[in-house]
């Protein structure tokens, strides 16, 4: 029986958002969890420390919880995991539902991942479900959590792409 390989790292989010293609929307909705050990919750997983992580606190499924007030075109989901570290808390299955609501969420994709190490990249996003961890380990570890919306063409026409930190800064007409 063949070994399955490792799941390859995707590239840093941060050089997709200076690409000017997508942006970063997770600051614009509510974060939950299913469980957190103390001062290891939302906020450790969304503050840009790859050293920090959430903990899970509980029996599986590990459920992080996304809302938008309103309907929110999300292209991009990034998760970095790290086997390395984190061993058995590492998740192995992740399964990414989608709804309007907690009552009709959808599975639109089910990821197997082994010995992550980096960015996973997985299009589209709801509901994470962490199904199972590394050697059968109970609570889980994740690091960080990205959302990420395409980036619209403006409607007074077509500009080009601001790439740069500078332009960047200057690209929203208020």
């Not at 899970?56 to 996304?66: E, T």
């Not at 299955?93 to 599975?107: M, T």
Request: positive net charge.
């Amino acid at each position: 029986m063949a070994t399955p390989s490792k799941t390859p790292p995707g590239p840093d989010p941060k050089q997709l958002e200076r690409t000017g293609t997508v942006r970063e929307i997770g600051s614009q909705a509510v974060w939950s969890l299913s469980s957190c050990k103390p001062s290891f919750g939302v906020d450790q997983l969304r503050d840009d420390n790859l050293e920090t992580y959430w903990q899970s606190d509980g029996s599986q499924p590990h459920l992080v919880n996304i809302q938008f007030r309103r309907r929110t075109r999300v292209k991009m989901l990034c998760i970095y995991a790290d086997y390395k570290s984190d061993e058995s808390y590492t998740p192995s299955k992740i399964s990414v539902r989608v709804g309007n609501n907690f009552h009709n969420l959808q599975e639109v994709r089910q990821l197997e991942m082994v010995e992550p190490s980096g960015w996973i990249h997985i299009s589209l996003l709801n509901q994470i479900a962490v199904l199972a961890n590394h050697q059968n380990g109970r609570d889980t570890h994740m690091r960080q959590i990205k959302v990420y919306t395409p980036v619209e063409e403006s409607s007074i026409g077509m500009f080009p792409r601001c790439t740069t930190v500078d332009f960047m800064m200057y690209r929203t007409i208020r």
